[in-house]
């Protein structure tokens, strides 16, 4: 480990130590990146997330509240439906009292659940695809969810809800299409669900707990409920929690990777609603700034970008509705989650970022950014960074 190394972990650990963390600088250390040991890193996102507060002496206490919380959640809204399904499927008497599956009521249990199907089909299909190139997602946690997995009960998985479900996967996609497909067409994925690895029983993989928060999510946020690419938020988060070298975090990566996202959700969901895109909170206004940006900052690019009439809807709608996290290596989109987090005007590092990868491929641009389904080429992540941090001293 180089001794630069070394006294960057000390700087945070400084930091992390004080009964009080200071914000102001733990912002600053972790704007240049944040080291992996330690659990670092995921100690310093859940405090930039808002999930911990700056006080540490409430952590403990807070951190089981929301556990617990969660696992509450889990009992309401996959184990209960699972049993309600099941025990009213079972049930032969005077099915006319009963709720029963032709139930007309839209307050039905059964109309609900058949509902929910519909947005976990389309979880699952987005899921099951995250990161193909990577083997972590279809790896078994050491964590699985026991209170859904216990034996003793075999409540239904999500898994098998959307193995038994009799609803087709032609259930309408609630994407953002009408600008550009929100999925990387670089990303390969399996034709056919046949071709995953089946997990023996007790197991589950970490797509399925990505799958979970997701559904979660969806039910307590029936306004926005599930829109495909927040699956692309979900991963880096839940894969950093996951990967923790505190195994005491670890094991709780999935409850905190809900929080986190949550959070993270309440600032960015805007560029989720399609009825927001053109109000100053929505992705349109947001695609323009890029452009009004670059036009501050280079505007003999700007200028070019605009003769050759290249729109910021070709490639920018994706790069800020996801944070990046399509256009670069998993372990880059990290590192520049780092510097976006720690951002205290809140993602607009992420415009300068976007200014300074269009002035990095500038060779590239012209034929390139014609091309609808634009897909940014590999770069050194650092030299974007390093660009996008001198446009931000630039005055």
């Not at 032709?102 to 109309?111: K, Y």
Request: net charge negative.
């Amino acid at each position: 480990m180089s001794r630069l190394h070394q006294s960057r972990i000390a700087d945070f650990q400084e930091v992390l130590g004080e009964p009080t963390v200071a914000l102001t600088k733990l912002r600053e250390l972790c704007f240049s990146g944040i080291p992996f040991d330690g659990g670092l890193r995921c100690l310093c996102w859940k405090i930039l997330l808002n999930y911990l507060p700056l006080e540490k002496a409430l952590w403990s206490s807070l951190l089981k509240k929301q556990r617990d919380l969660y696992s509450q959640f889990l009992k309401e809204m996959i184990i209960q439906p699972g049993i309600a399904k099941a025990n009213l499927g079972v049930s032969r008497e005077d099915v006319t009292l009963e709720d029963h599956p032709l139930n007309p009521n839209p307050d039905s249990r059964w109309n609900t659940y058949f509902k929910d199907n519909e947005v976990l089909l389309q979880i699952d299909k987005d899921v099951r695809r995250l990161y193909p190139d990577m083997a972590f997602f279809q790896r078994p946690t050491d964590y699985p969810c026991l209170l859904i997995l216990d034996p003793q009960n075999e409540f239904e998985t999500l898994r098998r809800r959307v193995e038994q479900t009799t609803l087709k996967s032609q259930t309408v996609a609630r994407n953002r299409s009408g600008v550009t497909n929100v999925s990387s067409p670089l990303k390969s994925t399996p034709s056919s669900l046949s071709e995953y690895e089946v997990l023996p029983n007790g197991c589950e993989a970490h797509w399925e707990v990505v799958e979970r928060i997701l559904f979660i999510y969806a039910k307590l946020n029936p306004g926005i409920a599930y829109v495909q690419g927040m699956n692309e938020i979900v991963g880096p988060l839940y894969y950093t929690f996951a990967t923790d070298p505190n195994s005491e975090w670890k094991e709780h990566a999935e409850a905190d990777t809900f929080f986190c996202f949550t959070n993270l959700m309440a600032e960015i969901r805007d560029n989720f609603i399609k009825s927001l895109d053109d109000s100053q909170c929505g992705i349109t206004y947001k695609m323009e700034k890029v452009y009004s940006t670059l036009k501050e900052k280079d505007v003999e690019l700007y200028l070019k970008l605009q003769e050759q009439n290249i729109k910021p809807q070709f490639f920018a709608f994706r790069w800020l509705t996801l944070l990046l996290s399509q256009e670069f290596l998993l372990p880059d989109v990290i590192r520049i989650w780092d510097s976006l987090f720690a951002d205290d005007k809140r993602f607009d590092f992420l415009l300068l970022v976007c200014c300074a990868m269009l002035t990095h491929v500038l060779g590239h641009l012209v034929k390139r950014l014609r091309v609808l389904k634009f897909d940014y080429p590999i770069s050194d992540v650092h030299l974007i960074l390093k660009k996008a941090k001198e446009l931000q001293d630039s005055k």
